[in-house]
């Protein structure tokens, strides 16, 4: 499916925010990682994330360290780096799923 704006194909591991919060709360061992900067996370961030920054020369470490065998749950302010995130950790052998259009979809 393209998306409105003609940007990409939205991937199968884009979640809207209703889908998201019950994939993960009903995914055992599910890991929620917000990957804006720490000044963004700063300003709010759902509770229980881990923060590994898309930004951070860090990254690609980071998320190479993570235990493959649990399921991740990305977001971000706009759903475009966990988006970018997502597909790189699959590349990996991760199952990881983002949230679409970001922070702002999750249900209060």
């Not at 809207?16 to 890991?31: H, I, L, M, P, R």
């Not at 961030?45 to 399921?71: C, H, M, P, R, V």
């Not at 971000?76 to 979809?105: E, H, Q, V």
């Amino acid at each position: 499916m393209f998306n409105l704006f003609g940007l990409g194909v939205k991937s199968e591991f884009d979640l809207d925010g209703t889908e998201f919060k019950s994939k993960y709360t009903s995914t055992k061992g599910a890991v929620l990682i917000d990957v804006r900067t720490p000044g963004e996370v700063a300003s709010g961030t759902i509770n229980g994330s881990l923060n590994i920054n898309y930004n951070s020369s860090q990254f690609n470490t980071e998320i190479a360290n993570l235990d493959k065998n649990k399921t991740y749950f990305l977001f971000c302010r706009s759903g475009a780096r966990s988006g970018a995130a997502c597909k790189m950790m699959a590349k990996m052998g991760y199952t990881a799923y983002n949230l679409d259009n970001g922070i702002g979809a999750w249900p209060r």
